[in-house]
């Protein structure tokens, strides 16, 4: 049986989580489930009397073409062992997607096995490309200028005059930020800024160490400057940093040596072609060919 999960299923849903992602930092899904969890966007399969299976729908607003599109991602899709192959994670999409088809244009999921998910009608749309860094791939410059307590107001506005140059992605407000501070902290991360002679800030880097590495999970720069100099500080916490970047982002002329690795990041599910044509006055069959109409490249760094 598919149903909405109730309060009082919280604790059991994150005891399936731990099961199922033990790789999954602990502190990360003690944030989740304080700060973003609600059991109105959860979804259980209960079967023999217990969850079987279980996904989160989190909804959200998405810029595209000048339009704000209600969309949602699909996260923690999770069975249990011994219901494995049995057909749940299937009863559940299937429930999930027919709600979705009804009230959105565009769903969104995020998986290292996009097969699994391709069945579905969903489709890798989104690339990111991981630059690995040392120190003798950046030129090195003093961190004058950068700070580690940025606002969550100054972290929105660049991001805003940032996000100008992209097309498909979260429309971030200030709530946004103050909860995004607080999910980094949770992990162990920071957020660096660089603001310039004027006190105006001009980038900011999200660094997660992982072991004796660092991914900087989002950077952003409204210049070469900007981004020089927050990998520099970067560069100051690890000797190795993962430097996360969306396809578009092609950095290899600034760190012609790196080591690069381009990934499939965020797949999407087109929910009905018609009224997508009635919005944008485009003919399209296709998610591929439904992106393809902007001019301007995606930016979905967004996980939950």
């Known amino acids: 049986m598919i149903e909405k999960a109730s309060a009082e299923m919280t604790n059991e849903i994150k005891r399936i989580w731990k099961i199922c992602f033990p790789k999954q930092d602990p502190r990360y899904m ?3 489930f304080k700060n973003v969890y609600t059991p109105e966007s959860c979804y259980v399969n209960i079967k023999d009397g217990k969850i079987a299976a279980v996904l989160m729908r989190n909804k959200h607003a998405l810029m595209f073409n000048g339009r704000v599109l209600s969309t949602s991602m699909i996260v923690g899709a999770a069975t249990l062992p011994e219901y494995r192959r049995k057909g749940c994670m299937h009863e559940l999409l ?41 120190r003798k791939d950046v ?9 580690y307590e940025p606002s969550a107001i100054d972290l929105l506005k660049v991001y805003s005059a940032f996000i100008r140059r992209f097309n498909g992605f979260y429309a971030r407000d200030l709530e946004y930020f103050v909860r995004y501070k607080k999910e980094i902290t949770a992990v162990g991360g920071k957020i660096v800024a660089y603001y310039d002679g004027k006190d105006q800030i001009r980038g900011y880097a999200v ?30 916490e690890r000797r190795v940093i993962h430097l996360l970047v969306s396809e578009a982002e092609d950095l290899s002329k600034l760190f012609p040596d790196a080591v690069k690795n381009t990934y499939g990041s965020t797949m999407v599910r087109l929910n009905d072609p018609s009224l997508f044509m009635r919005l944008f006055n485009r003919r399209v069959n296709t998610i591929e060919e439904a992106m ?3 001019s301007k490249p995606l930016n979905l760094n967004e996980f939950i």
């Open 30 to 32: 003690d944030f989740y």
């Open 94 to 134: 299937g429930v999930v997607i027919d709600a979705c088809e009804h009230s959105e244009l565009l769903t969104l999921i995020q998986s290292e096995k996009p097969e699994i998910y391709e069945p579905y009608g969903f489709r890798v749309i989104y690339n990111r490309s991981d630059f690995m860094l040392e």
């Open 292 to 294: 393809a109409i902007s």
């Open 207 to 236: 660094m997660i160490p992982m072991g004796n590495e660092l991914r900087v999970e989002e950077i952003v720069y409204l210049d070469s400057m900007s981004l020089v100099k927050l990998c520099n500080a970067a560069l100051q």
């Open 139 to 147: 030129r090195r410059i003093t961190n004058f200028g950068c700070a």
